[in-house]
């Protein structure tokens, strides 16, 4: 898989709580963000908005640690949802010549929506984060439990060549191949902004057949049929891997 993309599962039940069992948000939550979680209708919503902030935040976290040495308060960092939909990280850093620095006194102030490209994804309390070092970047992050699908839902989502590859998955591999299509091309579609806006045939996922899980990331091929989208899409690769009962898949431009 390509170096450039850090990534991060997470799952409800390491989220911290208090021994009441009350889920912790002070440290955690920036101020905008405790106000956008009181917004939030249902139990599921908030249970999933805040293990995506909170992942996200930890990726963030890690990388900054990464460069810096310096550890950064998970609460002055601010995830909030951009034009699009998509993540934006709003937390201002220092920084000279594009390198983020602790030490302020030698550093003009930028924020890091102007260094980094956030993806976020849930699924059954698990919340999967990618971040890549670019701003505005293509990157598509999905993670989908591993769950039998039906015929009609292949024949009437997937292209022919994706249907023939899943036709080929080993006995007992039909659902982890399915799966992986599927994500796959969820990853495809928010890397390029689109979501399930589209024919979700207007972009194919090619992966080899599947004799087993892998447990490390493989490639697989991303094609685009321009003419079917509302925009030209860049080159994009993408790569797949299981992960317990989940498929995760990343998709970026190459």
Not at 120 to 132: D, G, K
Not at 177 to 203: I, M, N, P, Q, Y
Not at 222 to 243: A, E, I, M
């Amino acid at each position: 898989m390509s170096d450039m993309i850090h990534w991060l599962v997470q799952s409800l039940e390491s989220y911290p709580t208090r021994s009441n069992g009350v889920v912790i948000l002070d440290g955690i939550l920036h101020s905008r963000e405790q106000t956008r979680f009181t917004t939030l209708k249902t139990e599921k919503r908030r249970r999933d908005w805040l293990l995506g902030r909170w992942t996200a935040k930890q990726l963030v976290g890690r990388v900054i640690a990464d460069q810096t040495g310096a550890k950064v308060p998970l609460d002055t960092i601010e995830i909030h949802s951009g034009v699009m939909g998509d993540p934006i990280v709003n937390c201002q850093l220092s920084m000279v010549n594009r390198q983020l620095l602790t030490d302020s006194s030698r550093a003009s102030i930028s924020n890091l929506q102007a260094l980094v490209t956030l993806s976020i994804s849930h699924s059954h309390s698990h919340a999967f984060c990618a971040l890549v070092e670019r701003a505005d970047w293509p990157l598509g992050a999905d993670i989908e439990q591993v769950v039998p699908r039906a015929d009609e839902f292949v024949t009437d989502y997937f292209t022919e060549d994706e249907q023939a590859l899943v036709a080929q998955a080993v006995d007992g591999m039909r659902s982890v191949a399915v799966t992986a299509v599927w994500s796959a091309k969820e990853a495809v579609l928010k890397a390029l902004h689109l979501g399930l806006t589209v024919d979700t045939r207007s972009v194919a996922c090619l992966i080899e057949p599947v004799t087993e899980r892998p447990l490390t990331w493989t490639p697989f091929t991303v094609q685009c049929d321009g003419s079917r989208l509302s925009q030209t899409p860049p080159p994009l690769g993408g790569w797949w891997r299981t992960y317990k009962d989940f498929v995760l898949t990343l998709v970026t431009e190459t």
